[in-house]
């Protein structure tokens, strides 16, 4: 067992997004998704298991984790197969190059991050697939973060199929994705938690089906317009499936309505742009490298911080620690 291990992994963009779990306990989710990871944002996670410790001792941006399940789920997970005694309790830090709980996917770079470190301070030597069901325990998107680039998660009942895929495309070799950052808090269990019960999800179940496979063939024919306008679509599928549900949830905010429109109108000029949106008021807008300043000038005269990021790849251990 290696005395402590450092990994960094880079958050997702949901391009055929999920909500709602099959199983909260192993997050086995509904249906199939797809995402690509954005970059330079990114989850730098340091663990070591000691056993002269205690009790296991999160801190995640300089707070101590109060909230510990999902997190102790990916270190039994780690522990069972690297058949570690129970009695050594894991120390593990991590921080975050960007905002968390807005939108911007830090659950799936933290939980992959953790995956990697701990699986590598454990002496596991896994595949990407195999490391992204260790992940898949704190959020299923973090099965796709461990994958990196373009990846698809499939559903199913166990490890042996609900785990992430690179998807073998170019795609990101022209793609800049526009930031408009739209602070305000949420909490994407919330939309898992109720997605089951709207009148909406049954039709999104079977409406996701196509959309798996339209995305999956256009990545692989590198077809910009075809894969972004589906994500553009879904997009708007999802928070249909969210405000539909029990509580109502709504997490657009009028600058997420701004940001929409401003990206209709660039794309009525002759501007390839397209907005995606996962769980949050926050917007990822997807254009081409030539037009990533003219989108990103539109998109702060919405009143709004931005960011231009490039695809990201899969996590991976480094050699500088955080302890």
Sequence with gaps: MVSKATAVAHPI????????????EQRLPYHDSISVC????????????????????????????TD????????????????IDAEAAVRLESENTFPTNVGLGSSSSGFAAAATALAAAAGLDLSLPELSTIARRGSASAARAVTG??????AGLSDAD????????????DLTIVVGLVPAYKETDDAHAEAAASHM????????????LACREALRQNDFETTFELAEHDSLSLAATTMTGPEGWVYWKPATLEIFEAVRDLRAEGVPAYFSVDTGATVYINTPDAYADQVEEAVAACGVETRQW??????????EHLF
Aim: hydrophobic residues 35%.
């Design 13 to 24: 963009q949901g391009l055929v997004k999920y909500h709602g779990m099959r199983d909260d």
């Design 310 to 319: 490039r695809v990201g790849g899969p996590a991976r251990v480094v050699d």
């Design 149 to 154: 680039g373009f990846s698809h998660l499939r």
């Design 162 to 173: 609900c785990r992430s895929e690179r998807i073998d495309t170019d795609l990101g070799d």
């Design 68 to 83: 510990t399940a999902r997190l102790d789920r990916v270190v039994d997970a780690v522990r069972e197969r690297a058949d």
């Design 38 to 65: 954005t970059a330079p944002s990114r989850t730098t996670t340091t663990a070591v298991f000691e056993s002269d410790r205690d009790a296991n001792h999160y801190v995640i941006d300089g707070e101590v984790v």
């Design 201 to 212: 999800f049954d039709a999104r179940r079977v409406y996701v089906e196509e959309q798996i």
